[in-house]
């Protein structure tokens, strides 16, 4: 399984400013994604980063607020932009890996914005 | 319209007291049934993958079973430990769906 590690784990962020998120995987993985978890609430795919391209978004994220990158085949970054209490959450890199189509998931970024 | 939907919401048991969370899908042309633990404050920690009616998959205390409309993920003597929210996702053609969980706390 793929090894998933985020950083940071954890920050405080002051309105109005940009966060950038890294997420690294230890293995080459063709699908790299990126969710929103809101305190209490199931997982939100924010979007789906593409090596080499821009990433695709799903319906109510767009690019000028959560820019993303993908350089590689292990590497991915999410900006949150422009940040106001309401983006306050937890953010998750995901890959899938194998031909089973399971997804992994990174330990999280926890970012509450004041 | 594509779903997935898990039951109880939150489930209260006694350490040793055995019980089954539910996950039922209406996702059209499915890939896989996955379920997951999550601590709070922490990603997703991936359990198993089912593919098709009938399959089973067990670790440890839990085991998970997969029928054509719903999974069920069984709790066999739980521990303190177990307590966890536990996720359900589906694949469907072109993307993952998730549940909303199930919250479990095992008192001792």
């Known amino acids: 399984s793929a090894v998933i590690s985020q950083k940071p784990s954890r920050d405080i962020c002051q309105r109005g400013t940009s966060l950038t998120i890294q997420c690294q995987v230890d293995?080459?993985?063709?699908?790299m994604f990126w969710y929103r978890q809101q305190p209490g609430q199931s997982l939100t795919l924010i979007a789906t980063?593409?090596?080499?391209?821009?990433?695709?978004?799903e319906s109510g994220f767009v690019i000028d607020k959560f820019p993303i990158s993908r350089p590689n085949l292990t590497f991915s970054t999410l900006t949150v932009s422009n940040m106001s209490p309401e983006d306050s959450s937890i953010y998750l890199c995901?890959?899938?890996?194998?031909?089973?189509?399971?997804?992994?998931f990174g330990e999280g970024s926890w970012l509450t914005v004041v | 319209e594509d779903q997935v939907t898990q039951s109880p919401e939150a489930l209260r048991l006694q350490e040793g007291e055995s019980s089954s969370l539910n996950c039922s899908y209406t996702?059209?042309?499915?890939?896989?049934l996955f379920w997951y633990r999550q601590d709070p404050g922490k990603g997703p920690e991936f359990l198993f993958t089912?593919?098709?009616a009938g399959e089973e998959k067990e670790k440890e205390r839990l085991k998970a079973t997969l029928t054509k409309k719903e999974s069920f993920l069984h709790i066999t003597a739980p521990k303190p430990e177990d307590s966890a929210t536990y996720l359900c996702?589906?694949?469907?053609?072109?993307?993952?769906?998730f549940g909303s969980g199930t919250k479990l706390n095992v008192k001792p």
């Open positions: 995901s890959a899938q890996q194998g031909t089973g189509n399971t997804i992994y």
């Open positions: 293995s080459q993985v063709t699908m």
């Open positions: 980063a593409n090596q080499g391209s821009e990433a695709t978004y």
């Open positions: 996702v059209s042309g499915l890939r896989g």
């Open positions: 089912l593919y098709s």
């Open positions: 996702a589906v694949s469907g053609i072109n993307k993952f769906y």
